[in-house]
């Protein structure tokens, strides 16, 4: 009797110890849980997007700062625009903006991509 008690305490014991690890998710996740834009974040470098998402579908220049800073948009179209989930560029198309080397902007278009015959 006293080996199934012993047991019993070691198993509740590492049960415990086991919860205790666990980190509650933070608010974002909790309110969007497949954010679209999870990965690329303000200030991001076009290397680091470029290694996350891969080469852009469409690259637009859009100008210069008032400082001759080149301004440019990165598009990515949505793959599978009938897709219900929005992750990365999967089913809608993602617009980056940035301003030199640095990702000031980013938008999701809800106009469907065009199909790529």
Known sequence: ??????????????????????????????????????NIRLGDRKEDVISRWGKPDEKNQIGVDELGVAREEWVYHGRYPMVPVDYQYVSKTKCLYFEGNILIRQETKSVPSPEKK
């Open 1 to 38: 009797m006293k080996i199934f008690y012993l047991l019993l305490v070691v198993i509740l014991i590492l049960s415990f110890a086991g919860c205790a690890e666990i980190k509650p998710p933070g608010p974002d996740v909790l309110i969007s849980p497949w954010s679209s834009m999870s």
